[in-house]
């Protein structure tokens, strides 16, 4: 289960860099050939990409810390059952 979590941070990090890279040489470009005409464009979709990677990791990190609350509820009562 280790490697999933590294592998969404590292795919979180990698589509947020992407992003940040992708925009500012798209804006270089533009800027040299002075034809902004896609930019609008450009940022929407790229934005929804990084809309959806974000998205699925908040899903995955909730998903996983219901099940963390569950093992540790379970333990608690099991620990309490022992004791009393």
Request: hydrophobic content about 40%.
């Amino acid at each position: 289960m280790l490697w999933v979590w590294e592998f969404s941070k590292r795919l979180v990090l990698i589509c947020s860099t992407l992003y940040v890279v992708s925009f500012f040489y798209s804006c270089a470009v533009m800027y040299r050939f002075q034809d902004f005409s896609y930019l609008g464009t450009f940022i929407s979709e790229s934005s929804d990409i990084l809309k959806t990677c974000v998205f699925g990791y908040f899903v995955k990190a909730g998903v996983e810390n219901v099940m963390k609350i569950k093992n540790n509820n379970k333990e608690s009562e099991d620990q309490n059952n022992a004791e009393g």
